[in-house]
């Protein structure tokens, strides 16, 4: 059995631009966490003890080196990458300083950073490996426990895995444990819409989960609301069982590329 390395911490205001990145250390087995805020950030340093941190300086740059600094006396202290806009006139002094392993000017090479935070961490003797392929997993959220059921029992026997949430706050506190491939949303949800969960999703995740909508909604206003927050595939109910299969496929073979 392969050991499993120590996560690494990716916090960027926006995500989308470390895609390549990210999916490169993945598929060597690297476990990458993300935050999209300083407060975030924190929460990660507490919650997985990352042994390596990326960090853009458009997190917060107001708080940049106060969260370095409190990295910086964790336990275990995460080696730290910087991304800056440009680069500043004491570039070597602030490295020192802080205690940066690296610091790099935006756009950087997804490659360099590839090969430095894998070279560290086998510097560390952590190990990794690229993970057994499992079949997709698929969240579905609806606060219809026989919609829930159903979609279980399809996407079950088509062979992808489920996560099934009859709430937001399952589903948003269920992406701590397991990272689905793709989701199926209601709108109609208790305690906020699917579209606001839709915008957590895509914003946790940085945009690599797709979204299919299934809902009772059928308004050109729901739609283009929808579609503005990035959902691949619009479905209403009730729907037949051979549309969502081809929805989700769809969808995951179009992230793929």
């Not at 079949?135 to 029992?153: E, H, I, K, Y």
């Not at 444990?177 to 699917?194: F, K, N, Y």
């Not at 609301?225 to 549309?243: F, I, N, Q, S, W």
Request: negative net charge; aromatic residues 2%; charged residues 25%.
């Amino acid at each position: 059995m392969s050991l499993k390395t120590a996560p690494v911490l990716l916090a960027a205001r926006r995500l989308d631009p470390f895609h390549e990145l990210r999916s490169r250390l993945e598929s060597v087995g690297v476990q990458v966490v993300t935050a999209v805020t300083t407060g975030e950030a924190l929460d990660r340093l507490r919650e997985e003890s990352p042994h390596l941190a990326l960090l853009n300086h458009d997190l917060d740059p107001n708080s940049a080196a106060s969260l370095m600094i409190t990295m910086r006396h964790s336990v275990p202290a995460p080696e730290i990458l910087l991304l800056s806009d440009g680069p500043p006139e004491a570039e070597e002094m602030i490295r020192a300083s802080l205690g940066l392993l690296y610091y790099g000017v935006k756009p950087d090479d997804p490659g360099v950073l590839f090969d430095l935070i894998t070279t560290t961490l086998k510097s560390k003797h952590l190990q990794f490996s690229a993970p057994a392929r499992e079949s997709p997993l698929v969240m579905c959220v609806d606060d219809d426990t026989l919609q829930l059921s159903a979609l279980n029992r399809i996407l079950t026997r088509h062979g992808y895995r489920v996560l099934s949430c009859e709430s937001p706050v399952r589903a948003m506190s269920s992406l701590h444990e397991m990272q689905p491939d793709a989701a199926i949303v209601d709108i109609m949800l208790p305690g906020s819409s699917g579209i606001e969960l839709v915008e957590k999703l895509r914003r946790r995740s940085g945009g690599r989960i797709p979204v299919v909508m299934l809902t009772a909604l059928n308004s050109d206003a729901s739609r283009k609301a929808a579609r503005d927050r990035g959902v691949v595939r619009y479905l209403t109910k009730p729907c037949p069982d051979r549309e969502v299969l081809e929805a989700v496929e769809s969808s995951l073979a179009e992230s793929e590329r």
